[in-house]
C-alpha cells in the first residue's frame, strides 16, 4: 500500500438507483464477511482515523491533538478531509502534517462538495482508510481520553462478534453559556450492547467521536453512505448488519456546540425531516430483512413529531412538518401492524395458552397505534376503577407469566 492514497473523488452526479445498485452488490460480495484476523500487511496501520473538516480554524489543532496524544502500541494514520475550506484550516494541518508525515496525510478538495452535510466528503474519507479498525472525528470535536483507542481496539479484539465499540459523549458549548452535559447514547436506552434492530430504530444511538469500527468495506464502502440524507445514524445502522454495538458508560469524546456548526444552524424540524428522509431511503439500501424495523422506526419517530408541541418539545409545529409527519405515520403504523400479523402466522400457539400469540401481538400492534392522548385517557379512566385495572393485571399475568427481571428493558 503506497502513502498516502490518492486523492479520492466524490461521486457526485449519481442517483439514487445507482447508489442503490452499488450498494445491494456491496452487500450481496460481503455475506459471508467475517472480522479480520492475523498481521497487518506491511505499512498497513492497525486503525485509520478519518478526520472531517470544513471551516474549523479555530478547533482543527485540538482535534488533531487529541488523536495524536493517543496512548498505543500500535500505527495509526490519521486521514484529514478537508472539504474546500475558505479559513485557515488547510494551512494548520498542512504544519501537522509536516511534523508528522507518517501519520497524517491530507486529501483536500479543490472545491466544496458537502451534501445536506458532509455526506460527499466522508464518502472520499471511506476510501482512504486502510487500518483493520477505522474511527471517525470531525474537525470541531475532540477526544477526552488518551487511552481511548487502545481500550476500544482491546475490546474489538478479544470479542469478535461486536463490530463496533462505542461510549458515552459530553456535550460541550463553545461560548460557555452552559456547563458540559451528557449527550448520547439516550440514557433510556441503558443497555451497553445493540443489535441492528436498535440501531435502526434510534433506541441506541452514538455520536460519531465515540465509535471505533471493523473496517468491513476495506477501499471500497457502499454508495448509499453518500445520500444526501446519510448521517452516523444511517452509518450505524450499514455497519450494524454485520454485528453488534459495544458501549463504554465512560465519557471519552466531545460534542462541540457552536453557531458555525452545520447541524447548530439547523432548526429542530429540519433535522427531523431529515432523519425521516433518511428513514425513507434506507430500507431500500439494507433490503427486506430490515423493513419490520424501519416499520417501527418510523412509526414511533412521526408520532413522536406529531405530539411535540404536546410535550413542550417545540412552542410550535408547522403544518407543513405536521402534515409530512402524519403521512409518514400512517403507513409505517399499518405496515407495522402487518408485520406483526405475519408473525402471527407463523406462531399461532405458545405454550399452555392458544392463541396467545394472536393477543399479545394484535394488543401491542393496536396500542403502538394508539396517540399519547387516547392511553392517557385510558390509565386515567382505569385509576377510577380498581377492579378494571385488576383485571387487567391478572389478564397480563396470564399472557406473560414470567415478566422480565430488569424491569426497565
Known amino acids: 500500500m503506497t502513502l498516502p492514497l490518492q486523492n479520492p473523488v466524490s461521486p457526485l452526479g449519481l442517483h439514487f438507483f445507482s447508489r442503490l445498485i452499488q450498494t445491494r452488490r456491496r452487500f450481496r460480495e460481503l455475506a459471508n464477511w467475517q472480522p479480520v484476523t492475523g498481521t497487518l500487511a506491511p505499512g498497513q496501520p492497525k486503525v485509520s482515523v478519518m478526520l472531517i473538516t470544513y471551516n474549523h480554524e479555530r478547533f482543527i489543532a485540538q482535534a488533531l491533538d487529541s488523536v495524536l496524544s493517543q496512548k498505543r502500541d500500535f500505527d495509526i494514520e490519521i486521514n484529514v478531509m478537508d472539504d474546500a475550506s475558505t479559513d485557515r484550516t488547510q494551512d494548520i494541518v498542512r504544519e501537522y502534517a509536516a511534523r508528522h508525515p507518517d501519520i497524517i496525510h491530507c486529501y483536500f478538495n479543490s472545491t466544496n462538495v458537502g451534501h445536506v452535510a458532509t455526506q460527499l466528503n466522508t464518502i472520499r474519507g471511506f476510501s482512504t482508510l486502510r487500518g483493520q479498525y477505522f474511527a471517525l472525528l470531525e474537525g ?7 487511552e481511548k483507542l487502545s481500550r476500544q481496539v482491546a475490546f474489538l479484539e478479544s470479542h469478535p462478534d461486536f463490530v463496533a465499540c462505542a461510549h458515552y459523549t459530553r456535550k460541550v458549548f463553545d461560548d460557555g453559556s452552559r456547563p458540559p452535559e451528557h449527550f448520547l447514547p439516550f440514557k433510556a436506552f441503558g443497555r451497553q450492547e445493540a443489535n441492528s434492530h436498535d440501531l435502526i430504530t434510534m433506541a441506541a444511538v452514538y455520536h460519531l467521536s465515540s465509535v471505533v469500527y471493523r473496517n468491513v468495506f476495506g477501499l471500497n464502502p457502499p454508495l448509499c453512505l453518500a445520500d444526501p440524507a446519510s448521517c452516523e445514524v444511517t452509518i450505524h445502522m450499514v455497519y450494524g448488519q454485520f454485528g453488534k454495538f459495544y458501549c463504554f458508560k465512560e465519557y471519552w469524546s466531545a460534542y462541540r456546540v457552536h453557531g458555525q456548526g452545520v447541524f447548530s444552524r439547523e432548526s429542530q424540524e429540519s433535522h427531523w425531516l431529515f432523519h425521516l428522509k433518511g428513514f425513507r431511503r434506507f430500507p431500500w439500501y439494507l433490503g427486506p430483512r430490515t423493513w419490520p424495523s424501519f416499520a417501527i422506526a418510523v412509526r414511533g419517530f412521526s408520532r413522536y413529531i406529531l405530539v411535540a408541541r404536546a410535550r413542550g418539545v417545540v412552542s410550535e409545529l408547522a403544518p ?3 402534515v409530512i409527519a402524519l403521512l409518514h405515520f400512517i403507513p409505517a403504523a399499518s405496515a407495522a401492524l402487518l408485520f406483526k400479523i405475519g408473525r402471527i402466522v407463523k406462531r399461532p400457539f405458545q405454550g399452555n395458552h392458544p392463541f396467545k400469540g394472536v393477543a399479545m401481538e394484535l394488543y401491542s400492534g393496536l396500542i403502538g397505534l394508539m396517540p399519547d392522548s387516547m ?13 378494571v385495572q385488576h383485571r387487567r393485571r391478572k389478564l397480563k399475568s396470564v399472557f406473560n407469566p414470567n415478566p422480565p427481571t430488569n424491569p426497565t428493558k
Do not use: F, G, V
Open 320 to 322: 407543513s412538518t405536521y
Open 140 to 146: 470541531d470535536d475532540y477526544w477526552t481520553d488518551p
Open 375 to 387: 392511553i392517557h385517557a385510558y390509565l386515567a379512566w382505569e385509576n377510577r376503577y380498581p377492579a
